[in-house]
């Protein structure tokens, strides 16, 4: 059954993580696994310099200069009981431009409050995205938190 | 650090559950969580009857049918410990026409075994994509099976 946006709202808020697509110029799409916070209709996705990474500019953010669209995904898998499943999917733009101080500054703490592993670290990027469309679905009206 | 063919092979069967990104006109993309079974080259995603939908010929049909370029991703997300992400990305394309019998009963069967939810069902849709590009990043050398 389709979610309402409060629900979308409130399980996208308490999910740990989401999976990131963006448009790639080639493959169509790309996917990957991201840790993000939500501010009002804002979302901020991380570059962080702990994951280790292969290199270079990460792929994600080349997408993204090509193309300012993407989506973040959430959603709660578990097992064999398909009666707690559900999905929430924002549908995202890259904002324009470096944000202001201020709001970088808040949402870098809201990170580091989400995840311990980020006190103390800087990140190398913050891509802020602002929520175009919410949608979700659940199997049951009793669909609750991620486990 | 990157994960070579064999190992990303070994993560993306043995995962359960994966996200599938699809080409939306719109929005750019679109991402959706999915059951899938990998046979060689192949990855074969139900459209089924358990699950309840909302209506309709569902969006992600309608994207493929726009544009047969998905991706599917798995990860292993353990909350706080992240020496143990992985992540594995197949590239797809959706393969033209309706599948010869006998493969569509061989992903079929496949399904059934994997997900005992599908014993005595059948399908509304079977997607098949032929697998493009696969790819995968773990934090550590000693990423193991989802959990």
């Known amino acids: 059954m389709r979610l309402g946006g409060a629900r979308c709202e409130h399980l996208i808020r308490t999910s740990e ?4 697509a963006t448009v ?12 993000f916070v939500i501010d009002a209709d804002r979302v901020a996705v991380p570059v962080d310099r702990i994951k280790p990474k292969t290199g270079g500019t ?9 193309d300012r669209r993407a989506a973040l995904l959430c ?3 578990d097992g064999d009981d398909w ?3 559900w999905w929430v999917r924002a549908s995202l733009e890259l ?3 470096d944000q202001e101080h201020q709001v970088r500054t808040e949402l870098e703490a809201a990170l580091r409050q989400k995840y311990h592993h980020y006190v103390d670290q800087s990140f190398t990027k913050l891509l802020v995205f602002r ?7 659940s199997a049951s009206a009793s669909a609750t938190e991620p486990a």
Chains 1, 2 share one sequence.
């Open 17 to 20: 993580r989401g999976v990131l």
């Open 24 to 35: 790639h110029p080639v493959r169509g799409v790309d996917a990957v696994p991201v840790c």
């Open 58 to 66: 990460l792929q994600r953010v080349r997408n993204l200069e090509h």
């Open 75 to 77: 959603d709660r898998w």
């Open 83 to 85: 009666s707690q499943l």
């Open 95 to 97: 904002t324009e431009g």
């Open 131 to 137: 929520i175009t469309r919410l949608t979700g679905w």
